[in-house]
């Protein structure tokens, strides 16, 4: 079975409403966070960065919950177990 998410704020997974962004990594390397967008990008998702605090953030935004479980899944075949979920306003 896929690992689970190791938190989901805001709402449950699978609950069938709403948008989900998935943060996958936080670096305080640029190149970091590029490389994980390409690891991303390499099982067929749609990453970006963005920088808070002198942070680079992965993430993965306007996730529809009918797709929040696949998505999840090619994260963790991408190697990536450690996601935050939050939903989007």
């Known amino acids: 079975p896929a690992p689970v998410p190791s938190q989901v704020q805001g709402a449950t997974s699978g609950s069938g409403i709403g948008r989900f962004r998935l943060q996958v990594g936080v670096f305080a390397e640029e190149a ?3 490389n994980m967008v390409i690891r991303l990008r390499n099982v067929g998702l749609s990453p970006a960065y963005e920088i808070v ?9 306007g996730v ?3 797709e929040l479980d696949a998505i999840t899944r090619l994260i963790n ?4 177990t450690d996601i935050l979920i ?3 306003p």
């Open 53 to 61: 605090n002198n942070y680079y953030r992965v993430v993965i935004a």
């Open 77 to 80: 075949a991408a190697g990536f």
């Open 86 to 88: 939050r939903t989007e």
């Open 32 to 34: 970091s966070a590029q």
């Open 64 to 66: 529809p919950a009918t």
